[in-house]
Structures are given as structure tokens and as C-alpha cells.
């Protein structure tokens, strides 16, 4: 079994990188949900051949890309997706845009649970439709659930047509059990509102917990959802901008895929799939590493805070590498904490209050990184409070 090195040091700036290019060089950045490890060695030698060729013209569809998220849901999830489900889109977030063209009206109501990723106070807002916030209940050990009442509160509004689940969750780290799935499809199917399932974290998640992709829970689970997937976040390829869907139901499908058709919006790249295909059917061993070596890194993290820095507070993580920080003892407000962080510790995150009600007082930290660069975000960070 090929060996990664996740320790291994990789400069990125001046490499037009979006993480590392828009700081300046004294600033350690630990915020925008890419990694900073090499892709897997079959993805970068899959690559090279593939340019060496010489001629990048028009590709076909040949349905290999299509059979390794196939094969990927398969193995890592136990889910049988049936090929014919599958469709390329460029990435999750225009996936979610083209379901609520396809699935909602101007002026319906989105629910989406609240602190939420923060594009989704965009997305909804600039296609003409109303946000309706579910606000997670954040519990005594910092992990978060539920509420149920509120939810169905919300679904049983008269133009409430879709609910936006985030599995696992961004910002929190949330994984949904299968218990809270069920619930979730039984009030969204007895209101009739349509899901949308962003399931881009569903690599990322740590011992103890299990992600359960929506569409499997059941018949008619599957029957009323489109479930968005990118292996981008495991194997740190979101530059090449491909994922893809699953849409069980026929009717669903082809109603999700007509304004791809109608807007030729559906062409794929030449090194847009190649890297999906190689990730999913050849990289197992990545995957699995890059798990191992995140949970050191949480560890890590949470043993510091701890000992060193017991003003920051991680609640119980249970997925993704985006780490929800509890920074309320610190006594500031939203603009002024991310400005400490920033010009003080020299270490940019993503300020809590920018994903909605429930983020103010927190940061988020994506420890995906070698650990020498998290422990040295750590003392910078315990220096600045040390300073205050």
C-alpha cells in the first residue's frame, strides 16, 4: 500500500492559491476548506500523462466518471447508486443553484440550519427565493442538535418547498445520525419540501460516528432528494471545480438536469473528471491516511487548548476538518475578535458571525495541514492572548 506524507511542508504561495495569496506573507492561514497536502501520487501522475498527450480538445462522455462515484458510495458508504442517478456538475454550490431553479419558485422559502456555510446566505437570496433558519441547539459539550419542533414549524409554511441539509455540517462539524436523518425525511415528505443534500464532508468524519448518505435512508427518502458530492475536500483537488449529483427518482432527474440542457451548462473538462475518476477508484489508501492523520491533528488541537490556551473552547468535533472554536471568554466582538486573530496572532480563520445567528463568539480553524503548522498557529495565538 502506497505511503502519503502529510508531514511534508508545501509552499503555495505564488501559485495564484486563493488560501495562501490573499494575505500577506506574515500571516498563517487557517481558514478558506482546502488542505494544504500534496494530491494523492496517482491523481499528479494521472495529470501529467494526460497533459503530455498534447491535445486538450473536446471530451466524451464515457460514463467512467459517472462509475466512480458509483463505486465510491458503494465502498466507503454501502449505498448501491444506480448509474444512471449520477450527472457531472462543476462543483456542489452551482448544483445547489441549478436544484433550486429546478425545484422552487421566486419567492419560496429555503431552510437551511443555522450557523450555516456562509454562500448559502447568498445563493438563496440572489435566485429570488426567502432563507427560513433552523437554529441548531448548541448542548453543555459543545456538540450541537436539532430542533425538531422548530423545523416543522418552518416546513409547514405555506411556500416552504426545500430544505438545505449541510451532512456533515460547515461550520459545526456536525455528522446526523441516522435517527435524526429518518426524522428529517419523514417531516420534510409529510410537508412536502424537497431536499437538497450537500454531502461534500462525508470523507471527513471521525471515530465514533458514521456518515449516512440521505438518498439511502430509504425508497422515498431517495425519491425526494438531490445529494450533492465532490471529492474535493479529501484529496484537495476543488481547483479542478467537478462533482457531481445523485437524483434517485427519473422525474427529479430529468427535471434537475433540463436547465443544464437548456443553458449547455452541463460540458465537462478534460482535467475535470480525470482527477475525480483516478481519487475515487485508486485512492482508498489516501483517504484512510489523510483520516488518521486528522484525527492527530484534532487531538492535537484539543489537547493544546487545554493546557495552554483554556480561553478557547472546542466543543465535541465529530466531522470535517473545520474546527468550530468557542472564543466567548474572550469577551469580544465579532469584528474586533477577527481583527485579533488577524493582526495580532497572525493567523486568519473565519469569523463565526459570517455564518449567521449562533456563530458570534466563534472561529473556524482548518487544521488540514502539516502539524508543525497548526502548532505553529497555536503559539502564535497563545502569545496574542498571553498579550492581552
Known sequence: MMKHDFDELVNRRGTECKKWDTYTEDVLPMWIADTDFKCPQPVIDAMVKRAEHGIYGYPVNC????????????????????????????AVIPAIVYAMRAFTNPGDNIVIQMPAYHPFHDIIPNNGRHILGNNLILKADG??????????KLLSQKRTTMFLLCNPHNPVGKCFTREELTRISELCLKHNVFVVADEIHSDIVYKGYKHIPFGSLSRQAADNC??????????????????????????????FYAPLEDNKAYGRTVFGTLPVEVSYNQCDYYADQLLEYLEG??????????????????????????????????????????????????????EGSTFGPGGAGFMRMNIACPRSRLAEALARIETAINNL
Open 63 to 90: 460514463k467512467a466518471f459517472e462509475q466512480s462515484v458509483v463505486n465510491w458510495q458503494k465502498k466507503r458508504f454501502g449505498w448501491d447508486v444506480d448509474l444512471d442517478w449520477v450527472e457531472y456538475t462543476p
Open 143 to 152: 456538540s450541537y442538535e436539532v430542533d425538531f419542533e422548530d423545523l416543522e
Open 297 to 350: 491533528n484534532l487531538s492535537y488541537l484539543e489537547n493544546s487548548l487545554s493546557a495552554r490556551i483554556p480561553k478557547i473552547k472546542v466543543g465535541k468535533t465529530q466531522a470535517t476538518y473545520l474546527i468550530w472554536l468557542n472564543c466567548k471568554a474572550l469577551n469580544m466582538a465579532p469584528q474586533e475578535l477577527q481583527s485579533f486573530f488577524l493582526e495580532k496572532a497572525k493567523v486568519a480563520m473565519n
Open 226 to 255: 438531490v445529494v450533492c458530492v465532490n471529492p474535493s475536500k479529501t484529496f484537495n483537488i476543488a481547483g479542478v471545480r467537478t462533482g457531481a449529483v445523485i437524483v434517485p427518482n427519473r422525474n427529479k432527474h430529468d427535471l
